[in-house]
């Protein structure tokens, strides 16, 4: 798990095609790895990978088709900077909101322009997860912890602050470009849940009843 507040802006520093998928070493910029293992998870652009190789200023990980298909990994290239991030632990502080860094799929920022200091940006979500965007709700793009402004549609507009501009690759960003979307986790198990996962089977599906005998109302 993360945290969507970006530790440092890395570079891919080489990409090697291995038996159909790929292996890709990331320089880490200032992100410090005095207390990284074998094993252990970095994010990058909001993508968690597995540390199978690593320095004092650097990381390798083996990136599958499946995430390479379903993310921008594998749209970037030698040199491109992305954002990073470990694994939060029991003594991090919770600044964003809980990250999985499992991708549910890739936006396009629409537009962007200037709002005094901070920056708008539109941003289209894939329709099958629009609707799990929220007015004031979390999402994470690319690897960043972020509140939707408003949402029109499969549509969200972002304000960025100058901070975040200066500390992601939000700063990058143009019209066209191809963002990995994250959505709160809290909303897919409130869909589960709505649907009938598998506490409601068992007793029938949520309804008035079952909510006030689990103590989520009274009567």
């Keep these: 798990m993360f945290t969507g507040i ?12 291995r038996g159909g998928d790929m292996r890709i070493t990331f320089n880490v910029g200032k992100l ?10 970095i994010a990058a652009n909001g993508v968690c990978l597995t540390a199978i190789a690593f320095d004092e200023s650097s990381y390798t990980a083996d990136v599958s088709n499946e995430t390479i298909s379903l993310t921008s990994l594998g749209q970037l290239s030698m040199g491109s900077e992305v954002n990073l991030e470990k694994a939060l ?19 396009e920022v629409i537009d962007l322009y200037e709002d005094a200091r901070s920056w708008r940006f539109r941003i289209k979500a894939p329709d099958e997860i629009a609707h799990y965007i ?6 994470c793009v690319d690897g960043v912890s972020l509140t939707v402004n408003k949402i029109n549609g499969s549509i969200f507009e972002l304000n ?7 500390e ?3 700063k990058h960003y143009v019209a066209g470009t191809k963002v990995n979307l994250e ?30 005998e689990n103590g989520y109302i009274n009567k």
């Design 32 to 41: 410090d790895m005095s207390d990284v293992g074998l094993g252990d998870s």
């Design 168 to 170: 992601t690759i939000i």
């Design 183 to 212: 959505v709160d986790v809290i909303a897919r198990y409130l869909e589960r849940l709505l649907q009938g996962g598998a506490v409601a089977q068992t007793s029938g599906g949520i309804t008035e009843a079952f909510l006030a």
């Design 160 to 166: 960025i602050v100058p901070h975040t501009i200066s």
């Design 89 to 107: 632990t029991l003594s991090t502080r919770l600044g964003g909101h809980l990250v999985s860094g499992h991708v549910d799929g890739l936006g």
């Design 134 to 139: 929220a007015d004031k709700g979390s999402i």
């Design 6 to 17: 970006i530790q440092s802006v890395g570079n891919i520093q080489a990409m090697q095609q």
